[in-house]
């Protein structure tokens, strides 16, 4: 079983809203990544946790934040949206084989 | 540099006809995974393969394979007896060491399977 659970799939919002995505894995693994996937289907790595410690953090706007509550948790947390946010955003669980979650969509408007 | 590269941004195929999507990739680095996701129109990603450095033997999974040529430096996936269902984006991607193991990404392909 490879599950990673990614919700909400659809999120669309206003600009200065703050919003979240939460994902969660039942595997155990000790890394987890957050990525972002841009319109042109580039997919670029905003952040990883190892054993909940921040190990990479990518030239992400402070605006976004990871946050884990535990090993199977790396939610994503977006303060004071924009347009240039609207994108997928993919969670993924690390290992030998990274597993992704079915993605959130973001739609600012 | 360490880099992925997929040169073919569209392919149209006849269905049941095989496919090899290309894959070249750069490093220094002599322990490297590679990997294959596709990306169907609904969205998710789907982890199709993996070839590692040192692996003696080409990947295989059910009618994917990995054309692994190593000192070409390339990574091709081969598709086999296409379906319509294999429509979709594909991506190659690497990891290694010095890469932190995060995966370097390919622009993708799309494939299109035509009836």
């Known amino acids: 079983d490879t599950a990673v659970s990614q919700t909400p799939k659809y999120l669309v919002t206003q600009m200065g809203n703050d919003k979240s995505i939460k994902c969660e894995q039942n595997?155990?693994?000790?890394?987890m990544y957050w990525y972002k996937q841009d319109s042109k289907k580039f997919l670029k790595i905003m952040f990883s946790?190892?054993?909940?410690?921040?190990?990479i953090n990518e030239t992400v706007p402070n605006r976004f934040s990871p946050k884990s509550p535990d090993k199977a948790h790396l939610n994503l947390h977006i303060n004071s949206l924009e347009l240039g946010d609207s994108a997928v955003y993919f969670c993924?669980?690390?290992?030998?084989?990274?597993?992704f979650g079915a993605g959130t969509r973001l739609s600012v408007l | 540099a360490q880099k992925i590269t997929q040169t073919q941004p569209g392919m149209f195929v006849q269905e049941k006809e095989a496919v090899t999507l290309d894959c070249t990739y750069d490093?220094?680095?002599?322990?490297?995974?590679l990997f294959w996701y596709k990306q169907p129109s609904s969205g998710e990603m789907i982890f199709l393969i993996y070839?590692?450095?040192?692996d003696q033997q080409n990947a295989t999974e059910g009618r994917y394979s990995l054309n692994f040529q190593k000192a070409r430096k390339s990574a091709n996936l081969v598709i086999s007896a296409s379906q319509l269902g294999d429509s979709a984006m594909y991506f190659c991607?690497?990891?290694?060491?010095?890469?932190?193991?995060?995966?370097?990404w390919g622009a993708g392909t799309k494939l299109i399977i035509k009836p």
């Open positions: 993924a669980r690390g290992g030998n084989i990274q597993y």
């Open positions: 595997l155990g693994h000790d890394t």
């Open positions: 946790y190892n054993n909940k410690e921040l190990i």
């Open positions: 490093t220094s680095d002599p322990s490297y995974g």
């Open positions: 070839q590692g450095s040192y």
């Open positions: 991607a690497m990891r290694t060491r010095d890469s932190n193991y995060q995966l370097i």
